[in-house]
């Protein structure tokens, strides 16, 4: 065979690898250099698969599963390399590409899990949006009233026993809220998180001016009280709010030293977790939303008086409260379910002006605020999405 | 560590859960507060004193909506915090419903006047027999003495089918006997009236039995006259305040409040001060005398309302008059308002614990010069310097309290040894339902601390 054969055979050659070579789809390019990979062959990987993150491929580029594949094989190759520049990279490209991704202890080796405990891996925070239902829990702390105090007290969202010839006619005090957080993960499972939250709540007073007389009971003449006036008011208050509050995440700990909970505790679907918080508690607005008197005339109420500008209510309040919730991993993202009851620590009432800037309700409705802290639970249902950054840790930088 | 901190957030939890900072917001005696009284029907203030022991004593009447209900007196005792200690209710008709000297059938009852005296209070009221044919046509006097608990020691009527009598005020005498004053269209030997209408009546009894000193009247010819109280000064004369229809002393028309001063019992002689106001050149004015206090300078300052009798611009004010126990005027006022188309009138008056004058009254279709609302009949609260005058210190001392619809009336006012006041008071929640009421503001009549 003559030279000019040897040239032949070779230049088909080349043309046939070069062709069979561009015909290669980037996914089996990608086995291609997987299996490199395994058999150590380490040094043409980088060049094989880089192509295949081309945007302008589009379709034929790598599926969301073979890029992430790609850039963890690219950053195992440059760990063995010793490239620390490059494997750091593609570890952010990883990190990024894939939330929270999850080594496998059966094939990643020791040297990945070692460089991925040195990246913030997990979400820098995230924001969480509730909205719910909530039912308010008038908590006295003085009674003030204009009828018989120490014989007959007020009745709150309509649970208690009316004055002989009276009713019941308030409704139950619920109301609504939406709020969202912004939570950050400490460590040991606990999470630190502010808010801003707009509550609109509501309560009702049955209040009874009585007498006392008696009734027959059994043939037996008990002494009763009986209503004379009956008046019946509901009150609505909006409140934006700040909430500080600490959350505990049971069976959630990402971790950072060892393998095991990397693999156990940031895959659980369901997450349990309890929280406490205080609150600053701004009043947006409060007024009568309803009210009537039964007993003389038909009362003529005016909705539209405004408590706070008659300085009825306390502007502002401070509130703590503690929750019970579930989180349900939707990915790296979360619905949550949450309970939470809210205690209000200052008198809802501005007690200056009790008596004296309601025009309407003390004379027309013989009615009068008590003391009382405004407390509520609620229950909400919510979405918590998470953001990442991803970088390698200040300690080992 | 970790092991440890479940329990510790439990603990956390439950220890921030049960924490609750309380403010000190409980009820004291400086608070300010209204409250009702009253059983299903009307109810309504007549007088309001201290009690014995130091709480207030409300009296009024009340009727209950029922069919064939009759009104009746009540007695509320109420702390200084506005509960209701003791209630006490007399009807007439039943106190003499075995009594074999009297048959009144049912009776309508109107408390007047409530006094203590040692050991117990002195009341008085009107009543009316509803069964004409049997007792006369008119009004009746009930007195009686009550112990602290408002039951009934004594109990004496002043009653006869020809004549009628209204009772004004009732004391009990240094010699331990009754005085009783009132009006009545029966005229006593002594009175040199010759064509008496309504006279002032004047009686003293005895408690203990229905022995009577004397009784005597007096008044003008042609015109009502009426006594609405009476003190006894320190030098044994006798102090009575009233109202006639006779012209003032200074020519004023209609009715004019009175002050007379018996020196001598025995005989029909007495001095008798006639004051009346006019308004802008009108001195046609009813002058209806609402209530009197008596000072511990002897000084009576007498609370009222003057009415015009004009068709064409019908006013009507307050009016304060002090007087000393000689008869020399001290001051007359008449707190007449520039607003045109509010009027009012005073019932009760106090002394204030700054020496000022404070009275409770009505104001007339009341319209709030800020807000616009405008109301029916408003309870009055009025504050002048202590010669009854409102200088620009004391215009921010004028309030007013009631319901938006209702007629609503101050009937009396005191002043606590705290300084603040207290106003009774019917309100009026319309459709026959009144209810008492008991106020009690600061010195500047707000509801405020």
């Known amino acids: ?397 | 560590m970790r092991k440890y901190l479940d329990p510790f957030l439990l603990m956390l939890i439950l220890t921030v859960s049960g924490c609750v900072v309380e403010p000190d917001y409980g009820p004291r005696p400086m608070d300010t507060f209204i409250k009702y009284y009253g059983i299903s029907g009307s109810n309504e203030v007549v007088d309001m004193i201290m009690s014995n022991d130091g709480n207030i004593i409300i009296l009024g009447n009340e009727e209950s909506s029922a069919f064939a209900a009759s009104k009746n007196i009540v007695i509320l005792e109420v702390d200084t915090i506005g509960n209701l200690l003791k209630k006490k209710t007399i009807d007439v008709q039943t106190e003499y419903m075995d009594d074999s000297l009297y048959s009144f059938g049912i009776t309508d009852d109107e408390a007047v006047r409530i006094k203590a005296i040692d050991g117990g209070y002195l009341l008085c009221a009107n009543f009316t027999a509803k069964d004409d044919d049997v007792n006369g046509l008119g009004s009746k006097i009930f007195w009686c003495e009550l112990d602290e608990n408002y039951e009934i020691i004594r109990k004496q009527v002043i009653s006869d089918v020809d004549y009628y009598w209204e009772v004004g005020d009732i004391i009990k005498a240094e010699d331990g006997n009754i005085i009783i004053v009132g009006g009545t269209n029966r005229k006593e030997d002594q009175d040199p009236a010759e064509r008496p209408e309504k006279q002032r009546y004047l009686t003293k009894r005895s408690i203990e039995n229905d022995t009577i000193f004397w009784s005597k009247t007096f008044g003008y010819d042609d015109v009502d006259d009426f006594a609405i109280g009476i003190f006894e000064l320190s030098d044994s004369n006798l102090g009575v305040i009233g109202w006639t229809e006779k012209s003032s002393n200074q020519g004023d028309a209609g009715v004019n409040a009175t002050f007379a001063i018996f020196t001598d019992i025995g005989s029909s002689s007495s001095i008798d001060y006639v004051f009346g106001f006019e308004f802008e050149g009108d001195a046609d004015f009813d002058d209806e005398v609402g209530d009197f206090i008596y000072t511990q300078t002897e000084d009576v300052i007498i609370v009222g309302t003057s009415t015009s009798n004009s068709d064409v611009n019908p006013r009507s004010f307050p009016f304060l008059l002090r007087i000393r126990k000689g008869g020399t005027l001290v001051f007359k006022e008449l707190l007449a308002s520039s607003v045109s188309d509010l009027n009012s009138g005073g019932m009760d008056v106090t002394i204030s614990a700054q020496n000022d004058l404070i009275i409770t009254g009505v104001f007339n279709n009341y319209e709030d010069s800020i807000t616009g609302q405008a109301y029916n009949d408003q309870i009055l609260f009025m504050r002048t310097d202590q010669f009854g005058k409102i200088t620009n210190d004391y215009q921010p001392y004028q309030n007013h309290f009631g319901l938006t619809d209702g007629d609503d009336a101050g009937k009396a006012i005191l002043t606590l040894p705290d300084g603040s006041i207290v106003i009774a008071a019917t309100m009026d929640f319309g459709n026959s339902r009144t209810l008492i009421s008991y106020l009690k503001t600061n010195n500047k009549g707000r509801l405020k601390r």
């Open chain 1, 1 to 397: 065979m003559g030279i000019f054969r040897k040239s032949l055979v070779l230049g088909v050659f080349v043309l046939c690898s070069t062709f069979f070579a561009s015909a290669q789809t980037w996914t089996q390019k990608l086995l291609v250099a997987e299996r490199d990979y395994d058999a150590g062959r380490l040094v043409s990987i980088v060049d094989n698969i880089i192509g295949g993150f081309d945007k302008a491929l589009g379709e034929k580029g790598y599926t969301r599963e073979e890029k992430i594949r790609a850039l963890k094989l690219i950053t195992k190759v440059y760990i063995f390399l010793d490239d620390e520049p490059k494997s750091d990279e593609y570890m952010i490209k990883l990190l990024k590409a894939d939330k929270e991704h999850k080594l496998d202890a059966k094939v990643d080796p020791a040297e990945l899990y070692d460089l991925y405990r040195k990246f913030r891996s997990q979400p820098i925070f995230r924001i969480g949006f509730r909205v719910g239902v909530n039912k308010s829990y008038p908590n006295i702390i003085n009674t003030f009233g204009t009828g018989n105090t120490g014989m007959v007290s007020k009745i709150y969202n309509g649970a208690g026993e009316p004055p002989q010839e009276a009713s019941v006619n308030g409704g139950a005090g619920t109301g609504f809220f939406i709020n969202a957080t912004v939570d950050r993960y400490l460590d040991w499972g606990l999470e630190v998180g502010l808010g801003l939250e707009f509550r609109n709540s509501q309560y009702s007073v049955d209040n009874f001016i009585t007498y006392g007389d008696s009734i027959q009971v059994n043939g037996v003449n008990e002494a009763a009280q009986f209503a004379v006036l009956s008046t019946m008011v509901t009150h609505q208050q909006s409140f934006f709010r700040i909430p500080l509050l600490l959350r505990y995440n049971f069976k959630y700990d990402p971790g950072k030293e060892t393998f095991k909970k990397i693999e156990d505790n940031v895959k659980d679907r369901f997450i349990p977790y309890i929280a406490i918080g205080a609150s600053y508690d701004y009043l947006l607005d409060a007024k009568y939303l309803k009210g009537n008197r039964i007993g003389g005339t038909e009362y003529k109420f005016n909705a539209d008086l405004s408590l706070k500008e008659l300085d009825l209510i306390a502007h502002t309040n401070w509130s703590v409260f503690a929750s019970l919730g579930l989180k349900m991993r939707v990915r790296t993202h979360f619905l949550t379910f949450e309970a939470k009851f809210n205690k209000a620590l200052l008198n809802y009432i501005n007690p200056d002006n009790r008596w004296s800037n309601n025009p309407l309700s003390t004379y027309d409705l013989a009615f009068v605020e008590d003391d009382f802290s405004l407390d509520m639970l609620s229950f909400s249902l919510g979405y918590t999405y998470s953001i990442y950054n991803p970088q390698k840790l200040k300690q080992f930088r």
